[in-house]
């Protein structure tokens, strides 16, 4: 299987911050890669599909970025409501897999 | 409005079968494959079934392959999941998630997920 690692495991920010997350495949995976956002209590929301394609509805402050092997997500400016875990996930492959998720949290 | 919405989750003994449910209700269920994702409590997500928008073709995880089954109705909008020999790390919140429709792999509509809890 593919492996997904994403750093950090937490990230301390504050409102209006600019963020960046980081997502390495352990295989190239061309761009086959989507980010997740998810609150606690609730399931994940699709924000990135294709590395770096926005998904309909989701803020233009988010946008994703990479390929091959090293994937970026990155908020240009938090906001409350973006304090949240976030996930990548490859599907390159039928087995898909996700990374351990960034947990951003308030500074 | 378009959702899914899963069911059947429960507390059940090691050793033990559960059918979890999703209905899928606001969109054409039938021209979409779909998938089951768990999420163990305080851990991350792991995909672990897909099947296509027929019924005909199905993978699985190497951690269920062998004691998951899933199934789709698609003149009732349900998909299911059959879990038998439950293990303690079988544990978790299953979430239905459905395929974007483009085919690519990726989860574009998630259900709210139902709470599995397998105990000695």
């Known amino acids: 299987d593919i492996q997904m690692t994403q750093s950090p495991s937490t990230l301390s920010a504050s409102v209006g911050d600019r963020v960046t997350l980081s997502c390495r495949a352990s295989q190239t995976i061309g761009s086959w890669l989507a980010w997740y956002q998810q609150k606690p209590g609730k399931a994940p929301d699709l924000l990135i599909y294709e590395a770096s394609n926005l998904e309909t509805g989701v803020p233009s402050r988010f946008s994703g970025s990479g390929s091959g092997t090293e994937f970026t997500l990155t908020i240009s400016s938090l906001q409350p409501d973006d304090f949240a875990t976030y996930y990548c996930?490859?599907?390159?492959?039928?087995?898909?897999?996700f990374g351990q998720g960034t947990k951003v949290e308030i500074k | 409005e378009v959702q899914l919405v899963e069911s059947g989750g429960d507390l059940v003994q090691l050793g033990g079968s559960l059918r979890l449910s999703c209905g899928a209700s606001g969109f054409a269920f039938s021209g979409y494959e779909m998938n089951w994702v768990r999420q163990a409590p305080g851990k991350g997500l792991e995909w672990i079934s897909f099947?296509?928008?027929?019924?005909?073709?199905?993978s699985y995880a190497d951690s269920v392959m062998g004691r998951f089954t899933i199934s789709r109705d698609n003149a009732k909008n349900s998909l299911f999941l059959e879990m038998n020999s439950l293990r303690a790390e079988d544990t978790a919140i299953y979430f239905c998630a459905r395929d974007s429709i483009t085919s690519s792999f990726y989860f574009d509509l998630w259900g709210q997920g139902t709470l599995v809890t397998v105990s000695s």
């Open positions: 996930q490859q599907y390159q492959s039928d087995s898909r897999t």
């Open positions: 099947i296509d928008n027929t019924g005909k073709t199905t």
